[in-house]
């Protein structure tokens, strides 16, 4: 069995002192060209692989980005954390998921523990309105510059911090505009609302597209929900179990939209003859349900192509607390 290689033994087969090894290896721009080039050969005969983890802690910061998700249950945030991670990768850093949980004390938890992790950044990718506290900590440490800040899903511009959010209200606009176009008055909202910053743009796009065509708000078709399966079930059990008529519903989420549609075939309902719904998301099984689920993408890969730019952007000139705003695509399918 080989012996493991440590810098020294890199050091003899280079020719060099250890301290240009570690010079060498962690990119310093005094090492020539030659001297890295002889480094990194004799590194790679004798297998060796430097610890970036202790790199980066000499250099005051580790390598690893914490990735701040709202919901972890939520398939939005799985495929959104692969795709950041393989982004990661390529600029030679690691991901640590932590699960807000819509907890306040989580996120304030995090943000109190982020220097003495010595994170290498921190992306917050939530819907929730955050408390004034954790808003004011976020403001210091954007304003700080000591490490990259970056928001998905929800703006924290006028904190400081670069944002990345999608455009949900014009999304939802386009949806129940179509909804009423093709079903008539009778639109149900299905979705957070409340201590959601995501969900009230979502709302204000229905309420945008009712109003559009004249038709005055059923609060009675308004069903404030957590973006779960089993709240999309309740809430519509409920309301066949209240009587109320609807021709369609506008889900704030494809989980929520699922679970509509699981509380609708169990009464008998048809989808859409009888009721058509749409979701947000296109979480990967919205287009293999029966019938498969009218939805509004998303963009994780651009998402985590934009993430990857900025991070770079930090390292070279430190970023702006601007907002990059995306469209969501109108996925037409056949529960509407």
């Known amino acids: 069995m080989r012996k493991k290689s440590g810098i020294l033994e890199v050091a003899r087969q280079a020719g060099v002192s250890s301290a240009s090894v570690s010079r ?14 002889r480094v990194l050969a004799a590194a790679a005969d004798l297998g060796f692989h430097p610890n970036q983890m202790a790199q980066g802690l000499r250099r005051g910061r580790s390598t690893t980005v914490g ?3 709202g919901d972890i249950e939520q398939g939005v945030y799985a495929s959104l954390t692969k795709e950041i991670q393989a982004a990661l990768e390529t600029l030679g850093l690691d991901l640590l998921l932590y699960n807000l949980g819509h ?45 990259p800040i970056l928001a998905i899903g929800l703006s924290l511009h006028e904190q400081g911090v670069p944002s990345i959010v999608y455009d949900d209200s014009e999304a939802v606009t386009r949806s129940v505009t179509h909804l009423i176009a093709t079903r008539g008055p009778g639109i149900a909202y299905l979705g957070r609302i409340g201590g959601s910053a ?89 287009a293999y349900s029966s019938p498969s689920l009218t939805t509004h993408g998303a963009a994780p890969e651009a998402i985590a192509r934009l993430v990857a730019e900025r991070l770079k952007e930090w390292q070279s000139n430190g970023i702006a607390g601007e907002v990059i705003t995306l469209s969501r695509p109108f996925i037409r399918r056949a529960s509407a």
């Open 67 to 69: 990735l701040l998700v």
């Open 198 to 286: 995501s969900g009230t743009k979502r709302f204000s796009g229905y309420k945008a597209a009712l109003a559009a065509h004249g038709i005055q708000i059923d609060q009675r078709l308004v069903w404030d929900a957590a973006f779960r399966y089993r709240a999309g079930h309740d809430s519509v059990e409920r309301a066949l179990d209240m009587g109320l008529a609807f021709r369609a519903i506008q889900a704030g989420s494809d989980e929520l939209a699922l679970g509509a549609m699981a509380a609708l075939n169990a009464r008998g309902l048809r989808i859409p003859e009888d009721v058509a719904i749409v979701g947000i998301g296109n979480i990967e099984s919205a």
């Open 103 to 147: 907890s306040h004390d989580r996120l304030k938890n995090i943000l109190a523990r982020s220097d003495s992790l010595q994170l290498h950044g921190i992306i917050i990718a939530a819907s929730d309105t955050f408390s004034e506290d954790n808003l004011a900590v976020l403001s210091r440490k954007a304003a700080e510059q000591h490490f």
């Open 24 to 37: 060498a290896l962690s990119g310093h721009p005094a090492v020539s060209d030659n001297m890295k080039a």
